[in-house]
């Protein structure tokens, strides 16, 4: 049952800040990347010396620019100052669009020393790199991973890969009847199952002969 | 040294020629960083001279988790995220919810007062954590079972709310998941009753404890222009001189109906991030006291708008309409019109904000969270430089990062 207030089903904007219902959560600021640097380098001057949180989002068909990279500012003073003093200080949100065939931002590192791990975190999730950066690295995943998981075109489960049994167990007879491992073939456990009968039937057939009339002694 | 052969004169021989420094890598099985983190520090003697905190042991992708859930069902990974005060997080990512869907002004104040009630609680339950927890790392453990027996108290009430101790998810869009059960006010006249002799026992165990004392005093300070560079909030920021505080800053779910004070502090060392917080404990226990008075009065707890939540059990028998709405809101959700909102919270470890992207599909298309314990933390590297060693899980705990949250 949808509500007056919500839109039909399949009508999805490509550009969601665009259409924005009108809510006052910070002044906004779109920039390019050529522009970004000298954007966030006048507000730092202007006083925003808190760098709240710094992130991204893919629009993925979204055209020119794939990406935003998030900025939150937030204006404090950077001495000691009370409540009333600090009032409700004012928010920006930089949004700096990132087209996808140059994910390239300049880092603001220099400027905001808590952008470091968050720069760090969106080029491990996204995939977008900030020029500059002292120590641009994964820093969720592990060192190897391939992929930048928050991507659209990521699958939620990650991208399917090869898996090869280890050794010592795809030789171990006895696994062959449990569930088979990937990478190995139904022809293949049904032979192993085979050999594992055949084995069984010969220990029975030993048995047989070592008591005589195949009673219970 | 003219020792010859063996080990010891290897590990000598190693330590001259990098000058007297050795590199000595802390967790991530460590148990005083409070989770899974991996300090590599690099030391000359007992002192730091370089920290460097590796993070990411504990990702478990919940931001993508939530862009593949209804919006109704996201906050059950949400809540997972700062698993110490999940109701927070839930109240922060449903504000943000309800300023998108225009109904955040038809919320009744009965539900946000009960709202309130539980982020206060939850502070408390987590400042308890923080505070047993960071007794243990420096040897007392006596204070760890009086906060954690009143920490458990506070989980009954979770219990009694929404039917899980650590992730009730009881707060939903609009409102609540059902007003709060018979007999929840006299449970909760009963914490009222135990928190303030059993705080005092605290204090006493633990605050004026010439040991802790001389552990935390002096160690790790920060400056407050550094504190702001850094990005720190909550008691972190507040110990370093700056009265920053979301709820008197910017007020949500009633916060400006209520009198407290935002605690600070200017020696801004690990002593007095320690003592902002159990002063804050204390403030949200008068936010507490003053929310029980408003809370004999009934009255709705949904939001009048129910496109976005079940109808009244009662009518879902009676009503074919409301049994169709009931379906189509378990089975496709409800959709949220397209935009994006940062709304912040102020949670027992700074500005808890969501950043939530809608396209106008059922599900949200990103949530992005500012932690603030990955930010707190992240300063280790800066403050625990010219620390001793030792001093290191002090100055962990007193920036009491939950890895559920740092990493996500």
Known sequence: MPSSQTPPAGA????????????????????MPAGVRSTLEGLRADGFTMLLD?????????????????????????????????????????????????????TVTDLWASADWAEREVFDLFGIRFEGHPDLRRIQMPDDWEGH?????????????ERTPRPSFALKSNVAAGTPAAGRTAAGLQKQIAEVRRLADAHAAADLAATGDGKQP | MSVSGGPQAVALDVIERSEGRMVLSMGPQHPSTHGVLQVITEIQGETVTKASPEIGYLHTGIEKSAENLFWSQASTVIERMDYLSPLTNALCYYLAVEKLLGIDATIPPRAQ????????????????????????DLGALTGFFYC???????????????GARMHPNYIRVGGLAQDLPHGFLAKLDGVIEMYEPRMRD????????????????????????EAVGWGLTGPCLRAAGIGYDVRRAFPYSGYENYAFDVITRTESDAYARFLVRLDEMDEAMRIVRQVRKVLDEPGPVQSPDTKFSPPPKETIALSMEALIHHFKLVSESFRVPPGDVYQAVEGPRGELGYYVVSNGDNRPWRVRTRPPSMYNLQVLKKIAIGELIADMVVMIGSLDPVFGEVDR
Not at chain 1, 73 to 94: F, H, K, N, S
Not at chain 1, 149 to 161: I, W
Request: net charge neutral; aromatic share 4%; charged share 30%.
């Open chain 2, 113 to 136: 007062a009960v709202r309130v009630l539980l982020a206060e609680l939850s502070r408390i339950a987590s400042h308890c954590v923080w505070l047993g927890t960071g007794g243990i």
């Open chain 1, 12 to 31: 999805t904007a490509l550009d969601p800040t665009a259409v924005r219902p009108d809510i006052a959560d910070a002044r906004i600021v779109r920039v």
């Open chain 2, 202 to 225: 605290v204090r006493r165990l633990l605050q004026k404890n010439p040991i802790l004392q001389d552990r935390m005093i002096d160690v790790g300070i920060i400056s407050a222009e």
């Open chain 2, 148 to 162: 954690f027996d009143l920490r458990e108290r506070i989980l009954d009430l979770f219990e009694a709310s929404g």
């Open chain 1, 149 to 161: 998981p928050l991507r659209k075109d990521y699958p939620l489960r990650g991208v399917a890969r």
């Open chain 1, 54 to 106: 710094l992130g991204a989002v893919d629009y993925l068909e979204r055209e020119p620019a794939r990406f935003d990279v998030v900025y939150h500012l937030l204006r404090l003073p950077d001495r000691p100052a009370g409540v009333d003093e600090i009032g409700t200080p004012e928010r920006v949100r930089v949004l700096c669009g990132v087209p996808s065939d140059a994910v390239t931002v300049p």
